[in-house]
Each structure stands twice: as structure tokens, then as C-alpha cells.
């Protein structure tokens, strides 16, 4: 059996210390003021609430006045310029807008003005129907030749003086020198005579101009001139052929 042996020194230095905490207690901490603001957030009065360890920093500075008051007259020129686009693009779109209706109103002056054109043109041919249908009725009740060919050409000088009055022209090529800018070459015709070659010897279909355009070529006939070979002159070719058989 073992017996511990009682330490007096150990146990008086405990009691001390026991008696030295019930004498001194701890203190609490107070309370943070109502009106206190965490470190690092904006007040309402202005600036940034220093953080702990931070109170003895200078706040930020303020914009100077001169600075403050070159950005109020930067802001106040921003908003007239703001203010003179939004006058031009006003009168850009009205301006657009009354442009297409500038252009439709000529567009439809000029349908009115050709459709008008058309109907005077066609009303003119009137006459000319009225012609032949006459022509028509006459022979019907009594066939005379010599009267259907005067009615035949009247109509037909009508009708030319009417087209004529629009601007047809008539090409005269018959006995000139063949043109191809207004002719068309159908036949080419051989000739005796040197002097008709390359010229016109019959019109096979009339051409015509419009107001000095060409309208339609007209279709002839070209005369084109070979020399004859002398009628006691051979061909050497044939010769050589007799004399090889």
C-alpha cells in the first residue's frame, strides 16, 4: 500500500491565485454607440467611415470648384449638342417625307400625261377606222374597183400623215449606196455593171425612224460586181485535167 505524501506548498499557491481572480473580474466590453458605422462604409454626411487603426488618416479630398464647375459646362453643352441632333434628324425625316411625296406626285403627273398621250394618239386612228369600215360598206352594196383603190390610198395617205405627225420617217435606200446603220443586206445579187456595186437595187421591206432613231432596218437587195473572164481565155485547172486524162 502506497501513501501519498501531501504537498502544502503546491496547494497555498493554488488557493492565492483562485482568490486573486474573485478579486479583479473580467470587464465587459461596451456596447457600440447607436449612431457608430462599420469601418470601410459610406456615411450619409459624406466620405468613407474610417476603419479601426485607420483614425488617423485625412479624409478625401473634395473636387475643386473650378473642376466642378468645368463639368457642370461640359454637361450643359453635351445636352444642347444632344438637343441640335434631335433638331436635324426632325427635319431630316421631313424632309425625307415630303421628298416621296414630291416623287410620287411626279409620278403620277407623269402617268396622267402619258396615259393622256395614249389617248390622243389612238383617238387620231378613229378617223381612219371610221375609213375603212366606209370602204367596207361601199363594196358590199356595189363592187367598183376603180373606187375601192381611190378609198385604198386615201386611207393609206391618212394613216401616213398621222404616224408622220408622231415622228415616223420614213429610210429612202432604193438606188443608194448600201448603209448598214439603217439596212439589212437579204440578197446579195451579182452585176455587170461596176457602178451598182454595192448598192441597193430593190427594198424587200421599208425601214423607218422615229424622231431620228432608228426604228426599224429596212431589208434589200445588194448588187455585187464580178469581172467576167474573156471568152477565149480558159481555165488552167481545166486544162491540166483534159490533158492528165
Known sequence: MTIKCFDSEKYLEKTE?????????????DPAPANSQPAGEISEVGGVAPAPGNADRSPSP???PAAAQQIQHLRKRLEEKD????????????????????????EQNQQRVFAKSKTDFISRFIDVLDNIDRAITAVENNFDSDSVLQGIILLRSRLVQ??????????FVEGQPFDPTHSEAAVIEPVDSQAEDNFVLRELQRGYKMKGALLRPARVVVGRFQKSQPEGSADPSANGESEGS
Do not use: H
Open 17 to 29: 491565485l483562485s482568490k486573486g481572480s474573485q478579486d479583479y473580474p473580467a470587464q465587459k466590453s
Open 62 to 64: 473634395a473636387i475643386p
Open 83 to 106: 438637343a441640335q441632333i434631335a433638331q436635324v434628324m426632325d427635319a431630316y425625316r421631313k424632309l425625307k417625307k415630303d421628298s416621296e411625296k414630291t416623287r410620287q406626285r411626279l
Open 162 to 171: 398621222l404616224l408622220r405627225e408622231e415622228g415616223l420617217e420614213k429610210i
